[in-house]
């Protein structure tokens, strides 16, 4: 893990929120995890430390808010439709809420390189 990370490792969304993270795989390149969020429930505020390709399984709508809780994104505001699987760079600290009527199921590969 890259020494510049400023979060705390207890904010790794494996550690933070294991409810809704459940690893796949990893080994010193990358890792890869399987998220799932019912619908009506957040995610506590956790890490992403590495960037990812995100593949949705499931979409239903959400919103991200910054670790104090501040308005980041809301899917429910994009017109068009969204693409199956996106890159995202590391995310700081966030929650996630399930915002839609079905669960929110995504799988990411983390590239740690």
Request: charged share 25%; glycine share 6%.
């Amino acid at each position: 893990m890259p020494g510049d990370w400023p979060w705390p490792d207890e904010l790794d969304a494996l550690i933070a929120a294991p409810k809704h993270h459940t690893l796949i795989f990893e080994n010193e390149r990358m890792r890869m995890l399987d998220t799932r969020i019912p619908p009506g429930d957040t995610v506590p505020v956790h890490t992403h430390r590495w960037p990812a390709v995100y593949y949705t399984v499931q979409f239903s709508h959400f919103i991200r808010r910054d670790g104090d809780g501040n308005l980041l994104f809301d899917s429910r505001t994009v017109t068009g439709e969204f693409p199956p699987a996106r890159w995202i760079e590391n995310l700081p600290p966030h929650s996630v809420e399930n915002v839609g009527d079905v669960e929110v199921h995504l799988v990411s590969v983390e590239l740690k390189d």
